[in-house]
Structure formats: C-alpha cells, structure tokens
C-alpha cells in the first residue's frame, strides 16, 4: 500500500512512498512451494517407501549398534587426524628440509589415494606383513604377532579413516598457522620463548578461528565416510542396515532408515559446529553472530517492519539554497 505523507517544511507537495516489489521472489517462492509439494505427496502416496517397516527397523538393536559404532569411529578417527594433522602441520613448517619433506611426503601419499583402496590395503595387511613386529628398529623385536589378529575391520578402519584423515587436517591446521601474523611469532621470541612453547600458547589459539570451521566440516564428512568401512565388514550402521535388508530382502525401507540417522546425526554436529564457531570467533568481530533461539526470538518480538519514513529523510538532508 502506498504511504503518503507531506515533508515538513516542503509546503504542501504529497511524497508518496510506494515500497519495491520483488515479482521474481513470488515466482520462485511459487515454484518452489510446488516442488516441495509433489516431494511430499510422493513421500506420503507412494507404498513402496514402506514407512511400517522403517519405523519397526528404526529403534531396532542391531541399527542402534551400528548407529553407536559409526559414533565410536568417527570420534577416533577425528581424534588421530587432529593429532596427526597438528604434527605434520609443524613438521611442513619446519626449517628442515628432510623433516618437512617427509611431512610432505606424507600428505602427498594419503590425499592422492583414495580411501576406500586404502582401506583394503589395511584390511589385507597380512598379505604383505604375515607377522607385525613392535621392538628397536633393526634390532630385537618385544612383541610380534600374526597381522590377522592385530588388523581387525575395526583397527582396519580407524587406521584407513585416521590416517586419511591426518593429511587433509594437516594441511587445514598449516593454513591457520599461516594466517596468523608474522609479528605474533616474532615479539614471542623477543620475550625468549621458544618455538614449541610459541607455537602451543601464541600461534594455535589464534589460527583456531581459520582451523575449526573446515574442522566441523571434516568432522561431518567423516561421520559419512564411516559408510566405507562396510566393504570391509564391520557392523557400522550402514552394513547393520544391509545385513537386515540381505535377510527380509526390504531394501528401501532399511536404506531410509540409515539416511535418516545420517541426517540426524549430521544436523546435530552441524548445530555444534556453529556454537564452536562463535565461541572462537570472540575478539575477532564487533558482534557475534545471533544463535537460531535469539533470531526467533527477536522474529516474533518485533512488530512488523513499518514504512521507511521519507519525508524524516528528506528533512535531514534538505537543500538550504
């Protein structure tokens, strides 16, 4: 609707405010209101979902077995990759060309191999190490054993995903070291600190605003890639799922069941993604972002949005010729 008004101090001349319309934001809204829609109808119409059976299989033992595994490996394999990452971070920055070339070596391999095969490799270890030997290099060995009993699906899998995962985290953690500012490093080592204590109190804390929000998303991508293990079987959610549907032979319904645990289980670490985002981003932006609670609130405290007042504009930046 149209607003008018009469700018003071301007005679009596109507100003007429007549707010912007947007015809390509109902056409979009429109069409997506009508994919949305057919989705749903398809969803609730079509039999062959089998939402029974999703809903008989969903809390089922064996499903929330699987579920609590791919939690168990994807908070160890996260854990490796960090801890690994970090070192090889420090080890590519180091003034040592054998150590940062070994580090580089070491990414090079992981990242340019993918690791469903390396996976495999790890499962079939035994085939190039029958006997696994803890002792002095080149020396006497204190523990040895067969690799069959060392490498299960389980070990298979946390060495497969770990490792992986160590080599894309190194190269997120040596980003975040290199955005922090070089002057950091320096005024430390005015003050006598070395370059581990620098690194540990001065450097990592500030690069955590760089390395957490690529972290969270690798921390969601290995929650997916767990599936992988499921060639080599272990019992994580996705191999529990097709061990029901290889018995009853309802394969949908048991893959619908695996896609919305999935779905879950991301949407809650993405929801702790964005709080660990805005605790690290302290100090770094005037105000922090608002959480999904403080913009809903704020949606329905507010009353409408109200006319932009044009004449109050006009006054303050009125021509005084």
Not at 131 to 146: A, D, E, M, N, Q
Not at 221 to 246: D, F, H
Not at 286 to 296: A, C, D, E, G, S
């Amino acid at each position: 609707m149209a607003d008018t008004r009469t700018a003071p101090g301007t005679g009596t001349v109507p100003l007429k405010a007549v707010p912007v319309r947007y015809p390509g934001r109902w056409v979009a809204a429109a069409v997506v209101l009508v994919l949305v829609a057919m989705l749903v109808s398809g969803l609730v119409t079509n039999d062959n979902y089998q939402w029974a059976v999703v809903r008989e299989y969903f809390f089922s033992e064996p499903i929330l077995r699987g579920l609590v595994l791919t939690l168990e490996l994807t908070v160890i394999a996260m854990a490796i990759g960090i801890v690994l990452g970090v070192i090889l971070a420090v080890m590519r920055l180091s003034p040592n060309p054998i150590v940062s070339g070994a580090a580089w070596t070491y990414v090079w391999f992981f990242r340019g191999t993918p690791v469903l095969v390396q996976l495999l490799v790890w499962f079939n270890l035994a085939a190039l190490y029958p006997v696994i030997s803890l002792g002095v290099p080149f020396g006497p060995s204190f523990v040895s054993g067969s690799a069959n009993n060392f490498i299960t699906p389980l070990a298979a899998a946390i060495l497969g995903l770990g490792l992986n995962e160590a080599a894309y985290m190194a190269e997120i953690i040596r980003a975040g070291i290199l955005s922090v500012d070089q002057g950091q490093t320096e005024a430390a080592q005015a003050l006598g600190m070395n370059r581990l204590r620098t690194m540990r109190r001065i450097v990592l804390p500030q690069a955590m605003r760089v390395v957490v929000p690529p972290t969270g998303n690798e921390t969601i991508s290995m929650l997916k890639t767990t599936s992988l293990a499921s060639v080599i079987a272990l019992a994580e959610l996705l191999y529990s799922a097709q061990i029901i549907y290889g018995r009853t032979f309802q394969t949908i319904p048991l893959l619908i069941v695996a896609v919305i645990w999935y779905l879950i289980l991301t949407s809650v670490l993405s929801a702790g993604q964005f709080y660990v985002e805005r605790y690290f981003a302290r100090g770094a932006v005037r105000t922090l972002p608002p959480t999904p609670l403080q913009r809903l609130r704020r949606q329905f405290s507010r009353g409408g949005p109200g006319p932009h007042d044009t004449a109050a504009l006009l006054a303050s930046s009125k021509d005084t010729r």
